[in-house]
C-alpha cells in the first residue's frame, strides 16, 4: 500500500500543469485527441466569454510546465511523439525523490544521504532525470535561504556521471561539463575522463568528439591524462589519423604529454610509414628533454629504412641493446624486430597506391636484410633468420596485399 500512494503522488507531482491563455483560430475545428470532452468545453465556454469582449476568434493553448512544451488546440498542431521504449523510475528512486521534494516543500534541509543514496540507486534514465530534478531544486532552496551561493562539489559532479554511466544514457553526463548549468554542477576534468573511459570501453569515437566538444565549449582544458586515455582509443580503433590531428590540437593549448602518449603517436605514424610525421614527433621529443623508448627508436629505425638508411636503423637499435638492459626490455626488443620483419612491411604496403606497391616490397625486404646483416657484423646475435621469414610468412602476407 505504501508503495503504491507513493506511486502515485510521485505521478501527482510530476503531472504537467494546464493552463489555459488567449491565441486565434475559430472554435469551429474539433476537439484535439489529447484533451477530453469535460477540457475542452470549458475552453469553448471560457472562448465564448472572451469573444463577446470583441474578440473575433479564440484558442486555447496548453502548456505543460514541468517540460516546458506548449501545444496548441489546433488541427494543425502537431503533437511530440512520446518515447515508446521509456522506462519508468525505479521505486527506490521515486521514494527518495518524494523524500526530498516533500523536505524542500516544508522548507527544511534534507540529509546528505538522502541526496547521495538516490544517486547511488540510479539504474535507468528516467532515474537519471529525477536525479538532475532533485539537483536542481536542492541548489534553488539552498539559494534562496543564503545556505549555499556556490555549486556542488565535485564529489558530486562525478557521482552525478557515474549514474549516468550506470544508467546507460552517457549523454545526459554532459551536462555535468557545462559551465553554466541549472543544476549547480562543478565540472572537472574527472568527469570527462570517465566519459572518455566509458567511450573505450564501447570503442564509441562519436562520443569522444562530442566529449571533447563539450569540453572546449565550455572552457576546460584537457589534461596529458586526457590525451592518454584519447590516444590509447584512437590506437584500439586504429583511428591514428584523428589521434594526430586529436596531439596537435593538445599540444597548441600547452598540454604536456606523457612520455606514453608520445610513444603511442610516434609508433602510429611509422605504421602509416608517415616518416616526415615521425620526425616532428622526434623533435617533440628532444625539445621536452625524452631520451629514446624502446617505441621511438624503432619507429625512427622504421622511418630510415623507407628512406633506404639501414645502417642508420641498425645503429639505433644498436643503442638500445645496452649490456645493463634488463631481460623483460631484451624480450620487448626481440618482439619489436619480429613485428618489424613479420607484420610492418604489410602495414605500410597496404596504404600505398597499388602501382608502387611490389617495388616497396622489394625495397622494404632487401633493406631489412641490410640491416640485420649490419647488426650481425657488430656482433649483435640477432636468432631470426629474416630470409627464412620472408619465405614463409611475411611474403605471403604481402603478395595477398600485393595483389589485393
Known sequence: MQVASSRALYKALRRPFIY?????????????????????????????????????HVNCQYSAGSRMQRLYLSTETEIPNEDPIKQEPT???????????????????????WRDS????????????????????????????LWQCSNWTQQITLAVVSACIRANSPHLGLRTLQRHNIYGLTPCVGAAHSLLLYAKEQKNLSFVKEVLQTMEKNFMKPEPTTADIIFSICNDTEHWLLMSN?????????????????????????????????????????LFGLQHTIPSAFS???????????????????????????????????????????????????RRDKG?????????????????????????????????????????????????
Open 20 to 56: 489555459y491563455s488567449i491565441q486565434t483560430i475559430p472554435f469551429s475545428s474539433p476537439p484535439p485527441k489529447f484533451l477530453d470532452d469535460e477540457r475542452w468545453n470549458l475552453c469553448r465556454s471560457f472562448g465564448t466569454f472572451v469573444s463577446r469582449n470583441n474578440t473575433q
Open 246 to 286: 586529436i596531439a596537435k590540437k593538445f599540444i597548441k593549448a600547452g598540454v604536456k604529454l606523457h612520455p606514453r602518449a608520445y610513444d603511442i603517436w610516434i609508433s602510429s605514424a611509422a605504421k602509416l610509414g608517415n616518416t616526415q610525421q615521425v620526425w616532428k614527433i622526434q623533435e617533440l621529443r628532444l
Open 118 to 145: 538516490l544517486l547511488k540507486n540510479c539504474e535507468n534514465k528516467e532515474d537519471v532525470e529525477l536525479a538532475f530534478e532533485v539537483l536542481e531544486k536542492l541548489r534553488k532552496f539552498k539559494t534562496s535561504k
Open 91 to 113: 521505486e527506490a528512486v521515486q521514494e527518495l525523490y518524494l523524500k526530498i521534494v516533500d523536505s524542500v516543500k516544508a522548507e527544511a534541509m534534507p540529509p546528505k544521504v
Open 356 to 404: 608502387c606497391r611490389k617495388a616497396l616490397a622489394t625495397e622494404l625486404k632487401d633493406c631489412i636484410s641490410m640491416m640485420f646483416s649490419y647488426l650481425l657484423n657488430k656482433g649483435i646475435n640477432v636468432s631470426l633468420d629474416v630470409e627464412e621469414r620472408y619465405c614463409s610468412k611475411s611474403t605471403r602476407s604481402m603478395d595477398e596485399i600485393i595483389l589485393s
Open 300 to 350: 625512427c629505425a622504421k622511418a630510415y629504412l623507407l628512406k633506404w638508411q639501414p645502417q642508420e636503423a641498425a645503429e639505433l637499435i644498436l643503442e638500445l641493446n645496452q649490456e645493463d638492459l634488463s631481460d623483460s626490455k631484451k624480450k620487448w626488443v626481440y618482439e619489436e624486430l619480429q613485428c618489424l620483419v613479420d607484420e610492418w612491411p604489410a602495414e605500410v604496403i597496404a
